[in-house]
T-cell receptor, first 116, second 113 residues
Framework: AQKITQTQPGMFVQEKEAVTLDCTYD???????LFWYKQPSSGEMIFLIY??????QNATEGRYSLNFQKARKSANLVISASQLGDSAMYFC?????????????FGTGTRLQVFP | NAGVTQTPKFQVLKTGQSMTLQCAQD?????MSWYRQDPGMGLRLIHY???????DQGEVPNGYNVSRSTTEDFPLRLLSAAPSQTSVYFC????????????FGQGTRLTVV
């Protein structure tokens, strides 16, 4: 069965430093998509970045990058130059199959706190 | 741009009551789904739909019904509310495609007493 594991319940990082949030996944599918979402204290889910299983290059979106290691089944989120506004819950998620069905499997999340 | 709109934002129910959580999207997305978020457990899929008239169960469907008569709307019905259904509920939609993200509504915080 597909599964997402986030082993870091909480992380602290100083402002302007980089931080890596870990995510490992388990699937027998050859085609899948990996997502990271941010959930601030206000509660909404904000899409950050996507990586497809066939993408050879790591995805990047501004200060966010995804360190995709397919053989190790890991999809870590790297946030560079952390800002106070990055304090939030971060969820890693996997989509079953390659095309959208909205069937996302989520990890339990990592709470990131950025301090001055 | 409205995106995905959920109503209500907050709701308190008594055990045994029924209600419908509304979800509407204006992006003409084919795919819609409902998730619940409980502390320490991330989001779990309740039901999903790949188009009007087509629905299927997710990981935690018991106690919930859905239907999709139009592309835009995907209501979630609680048949007989139980305290175990106290949660935050999210509706999401996405377009067909390999790298399409799911757009989420603002969530509905439901408390069953």
């Amino acid at each position: 069965a597909q599964k997402i594991t986030q082993t870091q319940p909480g992380m602290f990082v100083q402002e302007k430093e980089a931080v890596t949030l870990d995510c490992t996944y388990d699937t027998s599918d050859q085609s899948y998509g990996l997502f990271w979402y941010k959930q601030p204290s206000s509660g909404e889910m904000i899409f950050l970045i996507y990586q497809g299983s066939y993408d050879e290059q790591n995805a990047t979106e501004g200060r966010y990058s995804l360190n995709f290691q397919k053989a190790r089944k890991s999809a870590n989120l790297v946030i560079s130059a952390s800002q106070l506004g990055d304090s939030a819950m971060y969820f890693c998620a996997m989509r079953e199959g390659y095309f959208g069905t909205d069937k996302l499997i989520f990890g339990t999340g990592t709470r990131l706190q950025v301090f001055p | 741009n409205a995106g995905v709109t959920q109503t209500p934002k907050f709701q308190v129910l008594k055990t045994g009551q029924s209600m419908t959580l509304q979800c509407a999207q204006d992006m003409n997305h084919e795919y819609m789904s409902w998730y619940r978020q409980d502390p320490g457990m991330g989001l779990r899929l309740i039901h999903y739909s790949v188009g009007a008239g087509i629905t299927d169960q997710g990981e935690v469907p018991n106690g919930y019904n859905v239907s999709r008569s139009t592309t835009e709307d995907f209501p979630l019905r609680l048949l007989s509310a139980a305290p175990s259904q106290t949660s935050v509920y999210f509706c999401a939609s996405s377009d067909r495609g390999e790298d399409t993200e799911a757009f989420f509504g603002q969530g509905t915080r439901l408390t069953v007493v």
